[in-house]
């Protein structure tokens, strides 16, 4: 039983399209975060949620939206895709977002974004 | 703000042999440390955490150091194995709710 789930693992799309990754986990977690990992395998945040509410927005350009529904459920949604977005995306889940043993992350298989 | 930096370069060893991987901050010293391996298409798992207060750290084969003096932390895999290959991260918690991780450590274990 996946902890942490992201769908779908590719998406190949056009330059202008709107496209959305989904990402659910069941460890009961209160924060959920989603990171982007370029072609330097940098792994680098852009949103992190806890209790649903938006806490960290990394200077991520508004095309990217991200939606919790619920704390279980981080959803990604990139109107007008641009060649610079390619990349994988990677959901994660925390207990919450304090410090130590309680910060560890648990991340999804990733999603790899090519932008046409 | 706090950048970590890993060595860009693949790591090369012979099984059997010990891995030793850095890590080195640049700002003020974490109140902790964790180590994440990232194998190729999956996310990264995490391994091992250290405290501040915490010099050395153990888990089987894994054995994670914290030194605040030098702002640096060592990852060492004792034994090696090809099973061991793969990206090794460094991260640490910056406060609130933000994690920042080095670009990693690729490992080669040869048999």
């Known amino acids: 039983d996946t902890a942490v789930s992201q769908t779908p693992k590719y998406l190949v799309t056009q330059m202008g399209n709107d496209k959305s990754i989904k990402c659910e986990q069941n460890?009961?977690?209160?924060?959920m975060y989603w990171y982007k990992q370029d072609s330097k395998k940098f792994l680098k945040i852009m949103f992190s949620?806890?209790?649903?509410?938006?806490?960290i927005n990394e200077t991520v350009p508004n095309r990217f939206s991200p939606k919790s529904p619920d704390k279980a459920h981080l959803n990604l949604h990139i109107n007008s895709l641009e060649l610079g977005d390619s990349a994988v995306y990677f959901c994660?889940?925390?207990?919450?977002?304090?410090?130590?043993?309680?910060?560890?992350?648990?991340f999804g298989a990733g999603t790899r974004l090519s932008v046409l | 703000s706090q950048k970590i930096e890993q060595n860009s370069e693949a790591l090369n060893i012979q099984e059997g042999k010990t891995a030793t991987l850095t890590c080195n901050y640049t700002n003020y010293s974490p109140a902790y440390l964790q180590w994440y391996r990232q194998d190729p298409g999956r996310g990264p798992v995490f391994l091992l955490l250290?405290?501040?207060?915490?010099k050395e750290k153990r888990k089987e084969r894994l054995k994670v150091t914290f030194d605040t003096t030098l702002k640096q932390s060592l990852f060492h895999i004792t034994a090696s194995q090809p099973a061991d290959s793969a990206t090794y991260l460094c991260a640490l918690h910056e406060g609130g709710f933000k994690t920042i991780f080095g670009a990693g450590t690729r490992l080669f274990v040869k048999a």
């Open positions: 460890l009961g977690h209160d924060t």
């Open positions: 994660a889940s925390s207990q919450d977002g304090a410090g130590g043993a309680l910060n560890i992350q648990y």
């Open positions: 949620y806890n209790n649903k509410e938006l806490i």
């Open positions: 250290i405290r501040e207060n915490e």
